[in-house]
């Protein structure tokens, strides 16, 4: 079993920036990659962000590219996501979720765990 807990999500202007934390426990942390996620209202659930165990590799949605930083803090067993540069199309419920056996996916389907998500707003 893996508890994922995401914060930081609020409420920012276009352009603003905010910072997402997901804190996990319940397995070691290093043994697993992890994944930002984000839904809006009557969307599907979209990839964000992912990164593999160590944190030597990363993938982004090219919506995203450039402009968000996944990263991982092993030792705090927590997972970030650093949004820069953002637009009002950013709004969501952002999720993460733990990938136990894989190297970050893109697919939604290959993870096992999943945070009960962040609200982050931006407006115009």
């Known amino acids: 079993q893996v508890q994922l807990v995401e914060s930081g999500g609020g409420l920012v202007q276009a352009g603003g920036s905010l910072r997402l934390s997901c804190a996990a426990s319940g397995r070691t942390f290093s043994n697993y990659a992890m994944g930002w996620f984000r839904q809006a209202p009557g969307k599907e659930r979209e990839f964000v962000a992912a990164?593999?165990?160590?944190?030597?590799?990363?993938v982004y949605a090219d919506s995203v590219k450039g402009r968000f930083t996944i990263s991982r803090d092993n030792a705090k067993s927590t997972v970030y996501l650093q949004m820069n540069s953002l637009q009002p199309d950013d709004t969501a419920v952002y999720y993460c979720?733990?990938?136990?056996?894989?190297?970050?996916?893109?697919?939604?389907?290959?993870?096992?765990?999943w945070g009960q998500g962040t609200q982050v707003t931006v407006s115009s």
């Open positions: 990164i593999n165990r160590s944190g030597g590799r990363t």
């Open positions: 979720a733990a990938d136990l056996y894989g190297l970050g996916a893109r697919s939604r389907d290959e993870y096992n765990y």
